[in-house]
């Protein structure tokens, strides 16, 4: 009896060990790869090309791609339409800033073209602002309101590119008064960008309107030329303010910017 049980002992060992494998070695997973049991993320090299330059950037599988700032090429007379997977034509995997459209996918293309428009194509619109009307403070008071306009990344790519250029900032909207006359109709500032530190582009710029018509949304625009130097935060600030006016608070609604490029004909 004692024999047999001697030849039972290796067996039961191997049972043991077996049985600490299967305890042990998830915990040891857990500790490779996380709480959530996912391995890291797998990095994939993708070539650039912009004619006869290229680069090669690492994106993460599952991550959205974004490339720095200061790879993302620019070009005199053009904006970037994107990075896409033919020279021509091809599905776009980059936008203007370098972003991926989606989390990258293990599927992706490893070559990407750079592809480019003319900025003479080049007009952005703001989103219409105060559709619904906006009221400068109401009767006998002077106030205030804020109208920012931040730009495209095709326009923001096309600025960098660009900045011994002139640009167009072209602005409309509607302004009503309930008691007349206007005596000092709307009066407009333009900042460089939005927030602390904003130089001033234009200065008490004055927009007058029919000084009688009250109770009536009158149509006024006004339009800017500015070095494209001066635009490369990417947004502007406009300021309305009304001076005093006897009788009447004044409204302001749809407000709209655009935002092009000038003299830039005969661009190869």
Same mark, same amino acid.
């Given at each position: ?63 959205? /791609? ?85 730009? #495209? ?42 927030? /602390? ?5 234009? #200065? ?23 070095? /494209? ?40």
């Amino acid at each position: 009896m004692i024999k047999n049980l001697e030849k039972k002992r290796p067996f039961k060992i191997l049972m043991i060990c077996l049985l600490a494998l299967i305890i042990i070695f998830p915990l040891s997973a857990c500790d490779l790869f996380g709480d959530d049991n996912q391995p890291p993320p797998a990095t994939v090299s993708v070539v650039l090309v912009d004619g006869d330059d290229y680069f090669t950037a690492g994106f993460e599988i599952g991550q959205i /791609a974004e490339l720095e700032l200061e790879k993302v090429t620019t070009r005199q007379g053009y904006f970037l339409q994107g990075y896409f997977s033919d020279i021509s034509g091809g599905a776009r995997y980059l936008d203007s800033a370098g972003r991926s459209l989606e989390p990258w996918g293990a599927n992706f293309p490893q070559r990407l073209y750079a592809q480019w428009g003319q900025i003479s194509e080049l007009k952005h619109y703001s989103e219409v602002f105060a559709e619904n009307g906006v009221v400068l403070q109401g009767n006998n008071l002077s106030g205030s309101t804020n109208f920012d306009f931040t730009f #495209s990344d095709e326009v923001i790519n096309a600025i960098r590119g660009n900045l011994d250029r002139q640009i167009r900032i072209s602005l409309t909207l509607q302004n009503l008064w309930t008691r007349g006359p206007m005596l000092s109709g709307i009066t407009l500032n333009m900042y460089d960008r939005i927030g /602390a530190g904003a130089t001033r582009l234009v #200065s008490d710029r004055r927009m007058p309107t029919s000084r009688h018509a009250y109770n009536y949304w009158h149509n006024l625009s006004a339009e800017f030329v500015l070095d /494209a130097l001066s635009t490369q935060q990417g947004a502007l600030r406009f300021v309305f303010s009304r001076g005093f006016q006897p009788l009447g608070a004044v409204h302001l609604r749809n407000i709209q910017a655009s935002i092009e490029f000038v003299n830039v004909g005969g661009l190869d």
